[in-house]
């Protein structure tokens, strides 16, 4: 198992809100992706949820008292400070965000806040007028001046019965900011990658398109994982139904011509294009400017060539390329590899089960233009992404 979690130990500050109960799903999805979390909790904390809830999901001690004399883990903040690789304070309330601009130590997580050197990331959880009040706001900013990471707060239906900003951030969505956290330090770190992603939308009239059955997973897989291993990723995508990666720079397009001319502006400056995409070869001749109407009789659509683009890029650019196909697979791949002349080419078989568009899992085949070829096993689509930016790297490293 791959990802940004895998071996890494999350230390879980848990303070009391009553939104205490996404950070137990919190606890419970860092663990099954592979982090050693290691809860603090305070004891307003302990009036909502016990310590035996956060035990039962991580399976580690839960820390809620420095000087209980008679614990074994009395001191282990001291142990759990230098071991961390992140500190996350979840839910943040107004209370322990004073404590932790003001310096205080007299709890578990703020005496944790002092001893560790590793990168801290608080997720706010209030009434949106205690977020909107000077006091919270001017702690906020020290906070972040001294380097604090900041996870929402996300705006909806508060527990007070308002709506407003003060909603602690969903699971999937902090999970991401951990990641892009724990990944400034990663093997791309300093690197700019490009992913496209999606297939283009060629349009008939204002209505109905022509299109692809690309779902995008593919691709923001990779954006993540980029991502996740430090690199600064932006995603040119068409419209899917995938929530946009946290930290990930989106550019939004539709149509192929849009899609490539994004792309090539945003590889200026950029180590590696990954192009994930399935952008449309043919296009109808004519659009109509007005819906077209249903009528007794049938319709013919002259479709005409997408031109072929040479992107105007650095020749120091790794450029990535996927190939799905639905027969002759490395023919067809190696062929396409030859024609692009590109560094390396992902070849998928969308007639395998568990390979096609929509799937959350890819079989892939890594073919190079020196005639390597590589065979993965059926793998989730971001440990097929992990796999191939391993090759951007090497890549990169040989280019350097």
């Not at 233009?369 to 689509?381: I, Q």
């Amino acid at each position: 198992m791959s990802g940004p979690f895998q071996g890494k130990r999350v230390v879980l500050g848990v303070t009391g809100s009553i939104a205490i109960y996404k950070v137990v799903d919190l606890a419970s999805k860092l663990t099954q992706a592979g982090a050693h979390v290691d809860v603090l909790m305070t004891r307003s904390a302990q009036a909502f949820v016990t310590p035996l809830t956060f035990r039962s999901v991580t399976h580690q001690p839960v820390l809620t008292d420095l000087f209980d004399a008679g614990s074994p883990d009395a001191v282990e903040h001291v142990a759990i400070a230098k071991q961390a690789d992140i500190l996350v304070v979840a839910p943040a309330t107004a209370n322990i965000l004073a404590k932790l601009a003001g310096g205080f130590a007299d709890d578990p997580i703020t005496v944790t806040a002092l001893a560790t050197l590793a990168p801290v990331l608080a997720a706010p959880a209030m009434d949106a007028g205690m977020w909107d009040h000077p006091a919270v706001r001017a702690n906020v900013e020290a906070l972040r001046g001294r380097g604090l990471a900041l996870a929402g707060p996300a705006k909806g239906h508060l527990a007070s019965g308002l709506e407003g900003w003060g909603r602690l951030v969903e699971t999937p969505e902090l999970m991401g900011h951990i990641a892009l956290v724990l990944g400034r330090t990663g093997d791309l770190a300093g690197r700019r990658i490009v992913v496209s992603a999606g297939g283009t939308q060629e349009p008939i009239d204002p209505v109905r398109v022509v299109a692809n059955r690309s779902s995008g997973k593919m691709g923001y897989a990779v954006a993540e994982a980029a991502r996740d291993r430090g690199a600064q990723a932006v995603l040119v995508s068409s419209a899917t139904a995938l929530a946009p990666p946290v930290g990930v720079e989106m550019v939004s397009v539709g149509t192929a011509d849009e899609m490539l001319d994004a792309v090539e502006k945003a590889c200026a400056g950029a180590d590696a294009l990954v192009m994930a995409a399935a952008v449309a070869d043919y296009r109808p001749k004519k659009r109509a400017a007005q819906k077209m109407k249903k009528t007794e009789t049938a319709w013919s659509l002259e479709l005409e060539q997408v031109p072929e683009r040479v992107f105007k890029t650095s020749p120091d650019l790794i450029h990535v390329g996927f190939a799905a196909e639905s027969n002759d697979l490395l023919k067809n791949a190696k062929a396409k590899l030859d024609l692009k002349r590109i560094d390396l080419i992902a070849a998928n078989d969308i007639t395998q089960e568990g390979s096609g568009f929509g799937a959350d899992t890819n079989r892939v085949t890594l073919l190079d233009p020196g005639g390597g070829v590589e065979e993965l096993p059926l793998l989730p689509k971001y440990d097929v992404a992990w796999l191939l930016l391993d090759r951007v790297r090497d890549l990169l490293a040989r280019k350097r």
